[in-house]
């Protein structure tokens, strides 16, 4: 299909379009990432060092997955979203530029996931980073974090979290996001988990609420503290 696609493009000199459709599990994601990776070698270009176009590309998907995917009951690796891919060729069919656009992300796993599902990886991978970034985001065991333990799934099968959450800080590296933006992003994500954990009692007046306890306010104030 690739190869039609790519062919057709160069000899009427027309775009293209493969739509990928299935249900949940039919394999999209694995075939869409197959047919990137055979258009990104039809149109690599040979001898350039560093990051290529072709290369950035590529990793773009661990970084859409460790934040869209998620283990659900028909897939453990579900994309909770919908994209469109547009790779872009010169007129002697090398890539030179690539757009990603994502649609409808599947926004209530983040407050709401049961058994045998999971939140977002996102989640679980930074829960398992080296012992520095848990330190600064004080973040520990992901069975402590309420948004991850309303589901008895911590762990999957074949997800190495700690090795994934390497893998997304060098894809994200390799797509061009900054160790300063990477870092806004992981404090947003670890602020999302504390967030999850503040939790409210009646107050002294009517209809009014109070913080519960010092663990609720320690997780508002870290929760705080991140979004600052
Ligand atoms: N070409 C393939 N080779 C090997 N395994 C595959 C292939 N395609 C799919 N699979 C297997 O099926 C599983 C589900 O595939 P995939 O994640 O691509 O489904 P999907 O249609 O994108 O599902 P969803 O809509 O839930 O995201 C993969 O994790 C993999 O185990």
Known sequence: MS??????????????????????????????????????FLGGRSGTGGRTV??????????????????????NNSSRFGKFVEL??????K???????????????????SSPERNYHCFYFLCSAPSEDIKKYKLGDPSS?????????IRVDGIN??????????A????????????AIFR??????????????????ADSSVIKDAKARFHLNTAGELLM
């Open 95 to 113: 890539i030179s530029g690539a757009a990603i656009r994502t649609y409808l992300l599947e926004r209530s796993r983040v407050c709401q996931t």
């Open 145 to 153: 974090f309420h948004y991850l333990n309303q589901s008895s799934c």
């Open 188 to 205: 947003v994500v670890a602020a999302v988990l504390h967030l999850g954990n503040i939790s409210f009692a009646k107050g002294t007046e």
């Open 172 to 183: 994200m590296d390799m797509v061009g996001i900054t160790e300063e933006e990477q870092e």
């Open 3 to 40: 190869l039609t696609g790519n062919r057709q493009m160069m000899n009427e000199g027309k775009s293209n379009s493969i739509l990928v459709s299935g249900e949940s599990g039919a394999g999209k994601t694995e075939t869409t990432k197959l047919l990137m990776r055979y258009l990104a």
């Open 88 to 93: 872009q060729f010169d007129k002697s069919g």
């Open 161 to 170: 979290d700690a090795e994934e959450y390497l893998a997304t800080r060098n």
């Open 54 to 75: 072709e290369q950035q590309v590529l990793e773009s998907n661990p970084v859409l997955e460790a934040f869209g995917n998620a283990k659900t009951v028909r897939n």
